[in-house]
Structures are given as structure tokens and as C-alpha cells.
């Protein structure tokens, strides 16, 4: 039996609700981490991020980030924003609401993916996120554990 007869897979469900391909293209919001900051540690299993993206990405901002990761992928016209690398609610409300408005100010963004520690999301950050959903937008808070 095929695996999503089984499952509710992620992809096919969003191509289902939206008629289309959704493709998540990860974003490098410069964050950092309570382990690398030393706040709560030193070190730690999940903070080496160059093995999945570049870092000189943190130099461009977060809409050249999509534009260059949109070219990237030529089976998508819409995209999910991935804030994916380090912990990507990390910061100021503040600063991280415009980080998260300016990838959805991209016409061809749905949604957020935020990757992030269960340690380092406080209800304010809980609350954006909800109003961004509350504005009809897609949002994946993705909880490393």
C-alpha cells in the first residue's frame, strides 16, 4: 500500500487546499540560540546550521533571500517562507514580526514555517504567529526537540 493512502502527507495536503505546488523555501532570519549565546548552555546537537544552509545568506535581506531561493525551484509558483536556521523565534517581538511581514509582503508567499526550541517561544511570540493565521496566512511552527 502506498504510504499516503496511510498518511495525511504535508505536501499533498497543501497542494490539495491550494490547487497547486507549495514549496517551502528556507530563509536565514540571522538568528541566534540560547546554546550558542550561552544563555542556557554551550554548544549543543542541532547549532552547527551550516549543514543544511549558507550563512552568507543572513547578508541579503529576507526578500532577496525568496527571490534567490524561488530561482531555485522551478516546480512552484507559491511558497511557504522557512525561517529554519538557528531558532527562529529568538529575538524581540518586534524584530521578529518585520522579519516574518517581510517575507509575507511577497506576493507569492502563503505562509510562515518557523523552526524554533519549545524553550524559546513565549505567548508574544505565540500571539503573532496566531495573528498571522487569524489574516488567513499558513502557519507551521515546527518545534525541534
Known amino acids: 500500500m502506498q504510504l499516503q493512502k496511510l498518511i495525511n502527507m504535508f505536501g499533498r495536503d497543501l497542494q490539495r487546499r491550494y ?3 507549495i514549496h517551502k523555501l528556507t530563509l536565514h532570519g540571522g538568528f ?9 548552555g554551550r554548544g549543543g ?14 547578508r541579503q535581506s529576507i526578500a532577496e533571500q525568496l527571490n534567490t ?8 509558483k507559491r511558497y511557504l517562507a522557512y ?13 521578529l514580526d518585520r522579519l516574518y511581514q517581510e517575507a509575507l509582503q511577497q506576493a507569492e508567499i502563503v505562509g510562515l514555517c518557523v ?8 505567548d508574544s511570540v505565540l500571539d ?12 507551521w511552527l515546527e518545534l525541534g526537540l
Not at 45 to 58: H, P, R, Y
Not at 83 to 95: D, H, K, L, R
Not at 115 to 122: A, H, K, L, S
Open 19 to 21: 490547487g497547486e505546488k
Open 32 to 40: 541566534n540560540c540560547p546554546n550558542r549565546d550561552g544563555t542556557l
Open 45 to 58: 546537537t542541532f547549532c552547527n546550521v551550516a549543514s543544511f544552509a549558507d550563512e552568507a545568506m543572513q
Open 69 to 76: 531561493q524561488a530561482g531555485k525551484v522551478n516546480r512552484a
Open 83 to 95: 525561517f529554519q536556521a538557528y531558532t527562529s523565534t529568538y529575538g524581540e517581538v518586534q524584530m
Open 115 to 122: 523552526g524554533t526550541r519549545p524553550d524559546c517561544v513565549p
Open 128 to 139: 503573532l504567529l496566531a495573528g498571522y493565521h487569524a489574516q488567513g496566512y499558513e502557519v
